[in-house]
């Protein structure tokens, strides 16, 4: 499996901007599928953006259109979530994942999580 490792969380005010960040090893990431997910407190985990092996096609959260980009550098191995305009509702810890597939939304398609890095929108 590869092993996956998230930063750049923090507080933030309404309307601010974050870019999270996933660090993989283990493996060849560019032969994985990343995706991002949430959970906040009492709710369950929810997809919120995911991109392709070659970063070619995205799919993301409807919530989140136009507010959350991902993108990656398999170079780097590297995957980030640019989180703009923020919202109190966005606040969750946000986990990176990893998946075989081609493009994955579904959170039992990912066999590979992160420790989550928690994000905390204040109004």
């Known amino acids: 499996q590869v092993q996956l490792v998230e930063s750049g969380g923090g507080l933030v005010q309404a309307g601010g901007s974050l870019r999270l960040s996933c660090s993989a090893s283990?493996?060849?990431?560019?032969?994985?599928?990343m995706g991002w997910f949430r959970q906040a407190p009492g709710k369950e985990r929810e997809f919120v953006a995911s991109i392709s092996r070659s970063g070619s096609n995205t799919a993301s959260l409807v919530s989140v259109k136009g507010r959350f980009t991902i993108s990656r550098d398999n170079a780097k191995n590297t995957v980030y979530l640019q989180m703009n305009s923020l919202k109190p509702e966005d606040t969750a810890v946000y986990y990176c994942a990893a998946s075989r597939n081609t493009l994955a939304t579904m959170a039992g398609d990912f066999g590979s999580w992160g420790q989550g890095t928690q994000v905390t929108v204040s109004s």
């Open positions: 283990g493996r060849t990431f560019s032969n994985y599928a």
